[in-house]
Each structure stands twice: as structure tokens, then as C-alpha cells.
């Protein structure tokens, strides 16, 4: 990789960590003039940028403004590279089923952990918000997904998690998926609790759990 | 079996072994505050061994870790019993000094109750009306002793007060903790406790108890017989209403968030076991949604909001922060989820207004003025505190628009912030003194609930194309809220700017609303007609709810 090139990647990064999109959009356009792998670009520059920001969100240094921007200018320059993928580099990706559980209605944090795992290289089939466990289950066996994520905000709500969990024992398909929680009033003894395989206190940390967990299932 | 004494209660109980001392206490009846119910996330039911007991004791594996326990405290609902235990102290009991609003707004109004007292002669007997029907009849002339109670139920506190329903005057009133937050903080927690059978019990005996409490000090105090009390008003949110009139309130907790009584209804005294003349009534007052409770609909009547000329914006500030807008006389209602940041938890040293909480806080030119509640050395922060904390630290960029608190490196601040920024287990805080501090943490649960309620606004408003600068008038109802500075909610954004200057603290109009309707029956016609014509908007129908509630994060002008 020449110089230059690197050059160019470690800008697209720190174009969406300082939440610029105009200039993310600048800089992706200069690795298409310039013929620069687009593949490359997407993981050492934008998604690179991504994880940095996810790691600053967990630190307490940005907040959820400050993350949303930076996705911002993250999916702007995704855009503009895209189209410029080569086929063969248009890989499969591990797909999560993703949504907030029946009941319940508030789904911003939901949709910060779509936006984590979108970046980390997952393919996200967001159901939306007050869906029935069942739902989660067929759409899952559906698209093949490899994680199913759930959150919640309402105390209220959160056993519906556990009914996830149960029918999929109930279809002796349990192990297929790697089943993810989160959430306000979610805790990890919550999740050992309904025998979930993971629970993660914030959007980055989900991500990088789900890159971990995805991985270690046996399918 | 083992046995666990209780010191400071002078108690002591047989537990199973293996029970954890909070089970213990449950049943000994003596109360430990426990907000999250024993998951062992909220760090509250701290108690104090003594030294021998601490190898009867097995702690079960504590995810609370904002802090380290002092030596000999335990957290009540991780530690279990395997041989006799002696408890010397539980520092979270009902806080002392609890500062609880018991006034409001009040309104002038004209005397005409649905309780009406008559001595006939002929018969010798005193007969007791309600609306005209005869409710029964006492022996003797006993028309000059015609009583009522209001009782505010609060989602964290009661307040009753024995009214005179010949004369209007208020006799006696108290106040204390809905027992109900010992077990379940807020009311999510609550709906999820009260939607089983054994704990919507809990939650209903302990509250009609706890009001039975009340009702026997205020008429001792007044020196009436409690059997002269012949009506009892419930004032409160959707949730309180279910609990008290022992109704499942299940339904509030899941979308479409249904409730299954509406309120504007009588219930029977004697079959909800409220201490009072045995033909005695309950009045509940109308409820307008599942998050717009009997509460706003006293607060409606209290500032008489639907009768208000031009444009004037009524805000609760609290757990769900209540919003109405109205708008010559039309009305729209909806809330949000502010979370229990401002009763402090979820806050590293949060606590409720009690001795020793930092309630004030200001920034001057020579220095910082922190004020505790008593006088006393400070143990950790309220919610009017955290407001201010968090809000002079806003006006004085020592936490930037972003709410990142700054790096006293980077900025020339005077000493007196600079040697207040400092680093606890690594991570930078504003130290309020040697044992309490504020997290950045801390900051980014204040930018949610300010965020929250700030929404709630700029939705109400938009919704009738009003700009904030157009309001004329804006209440803060609420015991919470009367303890606020308007500076700060202010600094914080929690209000727009627009609205400086025009900030009346209206109190606790959930009670005085209450005993208007205790007053004037006619109010109680009017406002069933009033609420059914109240607008809602529910927030998470809007498709850019997201994009202002992150708006209104920051600390920026929205």
C-alpha cells in the first residue's frame, strides 16, 4: 500500500470521528479518482473510524449525538464507495435479526446498536419495534441469521425476551443463533437468567460482542 | 432456621438459611429502601453488620460497583444468612427530613360538596347525603362535623390533608414516603411488581395502610373522630390510581399502554379497608391517558388551565415528566420518559432530598456555594442539586455543549473549579467534596432526562405551530419541581431559553386540585366533560421523534 494510499484511509477515519461529513464524502471520492481499493478503504477508513468512535462512546467521551454524527458522515462515505465494490468483494455477511420486543415502542438504543453492528460488518434486518418473540424466531430461521438481537427499554416488557429464548428451545434450534439483550432495565444476570448468550451495556460493546459470538457458534 | 437481629428497630426475626437479610427484614417488617427490588443494581439497601456476623454471611456475586463499600456494610439484598446475624444499622431507612411539598396552587373555590349533612329532629338523627342520596345516618345532632380527606399519591410520596367540608379550611395535614418505592422506585417497576397477584397486594395494602396512618395522625391532630370523615379524594398518576383502587395494572406497562379504569368514579370506602365512616366514599377524578394521569387533571383545575386566556405551557417535572399545552382553552397533553435520574438514582452518590444531600449549588466570582439539606456535611446529591450541579457547571463551560466535562488542562478556569476536577478510579470528575462527586456518567444520565422532557416540549409546541417564544406562561407543578432553580433549568435546556421570565412554580397542585374536587362537586362534572376533549400526542408515534430527542441532548440552544 503506498504511502499515500494509507495516507488517505487513516483521513476517511478521522473524518468520521470528528463527525465530518463533507469531508468524509471528499476523501471517498478521492479513493475512487484515484483507484484506490474501495474494499480497503470501507475497513481501514471508515469502519475503522467507526470502531474508534464506538470505543470513544464507551469511554464517555461521546455521547449519543456525537456517535449518530459520526454514523452520519460513516454512511455517506459508504455511499459514494459502494457502487465501486468489486462483486467478488461483496462477501457474505453474518446477518443479525434485530428488534424491540413486543410491548414496547421506544427504540432509539435499538437503533444505535443497528447502526454499531451495520459498521462492525454485520447484515441487519431490523423488525422494528413492539414485535412478537415469535416473529424474532421466523424471520431468524427465515434469513438464516446467525445472532438475534433484543431490546427493551421498559421493565415491563423484558420477560418477552425470555420467550424468545424458549421457543427456540421449543424447535430444538437454540443453538443455531447467538441470542443477544440489551436494553435500560437489562443486566448480565438478567441474561444468564433467561439463558441468553449475551448482554452488553452499550451500542459499541454490543457490536464487538456480536463479531466475538458470532464467531465462536458452531453452525 | 437463624436468627437476625435488627438493632436500631429493635426487632429481631427467624430467616431460612440462605435468606438474604433483606428477605429478612421484609418479614420482620422492618423497612430497608430498595428501589430495584433486590437486583442488586441500585446500591441503596447498604447495611451495618456487626464484626462477628460477618463470617455467618455469603455475599452473592455484587455487579454494583459505582462504589466500594465502607467496611461492615453490606448491600442487604446480596448478602445471605447461614447462621445468626446482628444488624447495627440500616443508614436507608425512610430518609429523615424528607422535604416533601404539601401545598400548591390553590384556587378560590366556592364551597359546594357532594357531602351533605342534615339533622333531622323528628328522628333525632343526623343524615349524611352524597349528591343528594342518603349515604346513612349517625345519632344526634352531628351536622357541624362533616369531613373529608385529600390524599396526593405520589409516585415517591404521600401527602394527606383533613379538609372542614362545612367551612373549606384545611385542619391537618402530613406527609411521608409511598412505602410502595421501598420495593419498586418507579413506576415501571411498580406495574411490573403489581401485575402479579401476590404484588399488586403488596403494593396496595402497603399504600391503603400507610394513607390509614395518615388519616388517624391528621384526625388526632385536628381532634376529629375518623368516623366522621365521609369522603376521601385520590389524587394521583394512572399507576398510583390502579394500586390504590387495587386494580392490575398491567396493561399500562405494554404498547398501546391501556388503562383499565379511567377514574371519575366512587368506590366504596369499606371495601378498599380505609379507616373512615363505614358508608364513606372514594373519589377518584377522571385520568386522561395511561402517562396523563388524575394527578394533571387536579393540576388542570388547581391552575384552571382550561379557562386561561392566551398561551400557557404546564410542565411536571419528574420521573415521567406530564406536559399540558393550552392554548385558549385548548388543550394537549403527552409525556416522557425522563427515568428516575432527577430522584437520583442511576446518579453514582444520588440520593432523595434528605439530610445531608447537596440540594443547591452555585458558581460565583469568588467561589462555590453548596448548600445540604440540614445544614449537614454532605453524603450525596438530590435532584434540585444535581440540576444545579449540572447546570452551573453548563453556564460556566466547565462541561461543554457536547456534556463532556472539560480536561482542567485545557481551559483557564479559576483555582476553585480547577482543584474540583480531579480523577476518581481514573476517571475525571467534578468533586463536590471528598466523598461525593459528579461523574461524567452522571452528566450523560442528566442530558437523558433533560433530553426527554425538553422534547416532550418542543413536540407540544410544534404540533399547535407555537414557537417557544410565543408561550406567556409556563407552570412547573410537582414537589420536585418547586425545589428546581429556574436558572438552571435553564442553563441546562431542560426549558428554551424563551421561557426565562416567565416561570411560575405552581407546587404540588396534584393536592390542592384534589381538594377542589373534594370542595365543588361541580368540578367533578366539568372535568370528566374537560378530559375527554384534552388532545394526546403520543411521542413514539412521530417519525423524528429520534432526531429531536437527540437534538435535545446537547447542552446548545435547540
Given amino acids: ?219 | 432456621m437463624v436468627r437476625v437481629d435488627f438493632k436500631q428497630a429493635g426487632v429481631s426475626v427467624q430467616a431460612e438459611k440462605g435468606s438474604t437479610i433483606l428477605e429478612a427484614a421484609r418479614k420482620a417488617g422492618v423497612m430497608i429502601e430498595s428501589p430495584c427490588n433486590g437486583a442488586g443494581t441500585c446500591g441503596k439497601c447498604l447495611v451495618r453488620m456487626s464484626v462477628q456476623s460477618d463470617s455467618n454471611v455469603i455475599q452473592k456475586a455484587s455487579r454494583h460497583s459505582n462504589r466500594t463499600l465502607a467496611s461492615g456494610m453490606v448491600l442487604a439484598c446480596q448478602t445471605e444468612i447461614y447462621s445468626d446475624v446482628i444488624i447495627d444499622d440500616i443508614p436507608n431507612t425512610a430518609p429523615q427530613g424528607l422535604k416533601i411539598l404539601d401545598q400548591g396552587q390553590s384556587l378560590a373555590v366556592e364551597l359546594d360538596c357532594s357531602i351533605s349533612k342534615k339533622y333531622d329532629a323528628e328522628l333525632a338523627a343526623t343524615l349524611i347525603y352524597m349528591d343528594g342520596q342518603l349515604l346513612g345516618t349517625e345519632k344526634g345532632d352531628s351536622a357541624a362535623k362533616n369531613y373529608g380527606v385529600v390524599v396526593d399519591i405520589g409516585t415517591t410520596t404521600l401527602v394527606a390533608a383533613l379538609i372542614d367540608l362545612n367551612t373549606g379550611d384545611e385542619l391537618s395535614s402530613r406527609s411521608a414516603l409511598n412505602p410502595q418505592a421501598l420495593q419498586a422506585q418507579d413506576v415501571l417497576s411498580r406495574i411490573r411488581f403489581a401485575s402479579e397477584k401476590a404484588g399488586l397486594a403488596v403494593m396496595y395494602t402497603g399504600a391503603i395502610q400507610e394513607i390509614n396512618r395518615m388519616i388517624t395522625e391528621i384526625a388526632k391532630q385536628a381532634q376529629v373522630k375518623k368516623s366522621h370523615i365521609y369522603e376521601v379524594v385520590f389524587s394521583g398518576n394512572t399507576c398510583m390510581l390502579h394500586l390504590a383502587a387495587n386494580v392490575n395494572p398491567e396493561s399500562l406497562g405494554r404498547y398501546p399502554y391501556t388503562p383499565v379504569i379511567d377514574g371519575a368514579r366512587h368506590l366504596k370506602a369499606i371495601e378498599f379497608n380505609l379507616d373512615i365512616a363505614e358508608f364513606g366514599l372514594i373519589y377518584l377524578p377522571p385520568i386522561i391517558s395511561s402517562y396523563v394521569g388524575a394527578d394533571i387533571t387536579s393540576g388542570i383545575l388547581a391552575c384552571k388551565l382550561h379557562e386561561r386566556e392566551g398561551i400557557t405551557l404546564f410542565v411536571d417535572i419528574g420521573t415521567n415528566g406530564e406536559m399540558v399545552l393550552a392554548v385558549n382553552g385548548k388543550l394537549v397533553a403527552t409525556s416522557t420518559a425522563a427515568g428516575p435520574a432527577f430522584e437520583g438514582m442511576n446518579i453514582t452518590h444520588g440520593m432523595r432530598a434528605g439530610v445531608g444531600a447537596i440540594e443547591s449549588f452555585e458558581i460565583t466570582l469568588d467561589g462555590i456555594i453548596i448548600k445540604t439539606i440540614g445544614e449537614a456535611e454532605s453524603v450525596g446529591i438530590c435532584g434540585s442539586g444535581l440540576l444545579d450541579i449540572v447546570g452551573e457547571l453548563v453556564a460556566h463551560g466547565v462541561i461543554d455543549k457536547n456534556g463532556k466535562l472539560k480536561d482542567p488542562k485545557s481551559m483557564e478556569f479559576p483555582e476553585f473549579i480547577k482543584e474540583r476536577l480531579t480523577r476518581r478510579d481514573g476517571k475525571l470528575v467534578f468533586a463536590l467534596s471528598e466523598q461525593v462527586w459528579l461523574s461524567q456518567k452522571d452528566i450523560r444520565q442528566v442530558q437523558l432526562a433533560k433530553g426527554a422532557i425538553r422534547s416532550g416540549i418542543e413536540f407540544l409546541l410544534a404540533n399547535e405551530a407555537i414557537t417557544a417564544a410565543e408561550v406567556e406562561q409556563v407552570l412547573i407543578a410537582g414537589s420536585f419541581g418547586y425545589h428546581l432553580r429556574v436558572k438552571s433549568l435553564i442553563n441546562l435546556g431542560l426549558l428554551p431559553a424563551e421561557f426565562d421570565g416567565k416561570v411560575e412554580m405552581v407546587g404540588n397542585t396534584s393536592k390542592s386540585g384534589g381538594q377542589a374536587f373534594l370542595l365543588n362537586k361541580n368540578y367533578r362534572r366539568d372535568m370528566k366533560a374537560l378530559v375527554k376533549r384534552v388532545g394526546r400526542i403520543e411521542l413514539a408515534d412521530y417519525q423524528d421523534f429520534d432526531r429531536v430527542f437527540v437534538k435535545c441532548l446537547g447542552f446548545e440552544e435547540v
Wanted: charged residues 30%; proline residues 2%.
Fill in chain 1, 1 to 219: 500500500m503506498s504511502s499515500d494510499q494509507k495516507e488517505l484511509f487513516v483521513q476517511l477515519s478521522d473524518a468520521v470521528v470528528d463527525m465530518d461529513e463533507a469531508r468524509t464524502v471528499e476523501l471517498a471520492q478521492d479513493v475512487i479518482t484515484k483507484n484506490y481499493d474501495t474494499y480497503e478503504a470501507i475497513e481501514k477508513g471508515l469502519a475503522d473510524g467507526m470502531d474508534r468512535a464506538g470505543k470513544l462512546f464507551e469511554e464517555e467521551e461521546y455521547f449519543i449525538p456525537e456517535l449518530l454524527m459520526c454514523s452520519d458522515a460513516m454512511y455517506a462515505g459508504l455511499e459514494v464507495l459502494k457502487p465501486h465494490l468489486k462483486v467478488d468483494q461483496q462477501a457474505e455477511k453474518f446477518k443479525v435479526v434485530i428488534g424491540v420486543i413486543e410491548g414496547d415502542t421506544h427504540d432509539i438504543g435499538k437503533n444505535l446498536v443497528k447502526i454499531m453492528l451495520e459498521t462492525s460488518g454485520f447484515e441487519v434486518i431490523d423488525l422494528g419495534r413492539d414485535i412478537p418473540p415469535q416473529a424474532f424466531v421466523a424471520k431468524a430461521k427465515e434469513v438464516g441469521a446467525r445472532v438475534i438481537a433484543l431490546s427493551t427499554l421498559m421493565t415491563t416488557t423484558m420477560d418477552g425476551m425470555a420467550e424468545v429464548i424458549r421457543l427456540l428451545e421449543a424447535e430444538k434450534i437454540r443453538k443455531k443463533f447467538v441470542v443477544m439483550v440489551g436494553g435500560g432495565p437489562i443486566s448480565q444476570s438478567f441474561a444468564d437468567r433467561i439463558g441468553a448468550d449475551g448482554y452488553a451495556k452499550d451500542a459499541a460493546e454490543a457490536a464487538r460482542l456480536a463479531q466475538k459470538l458470532a464467531l465462536e457458534i458452531a453452525v
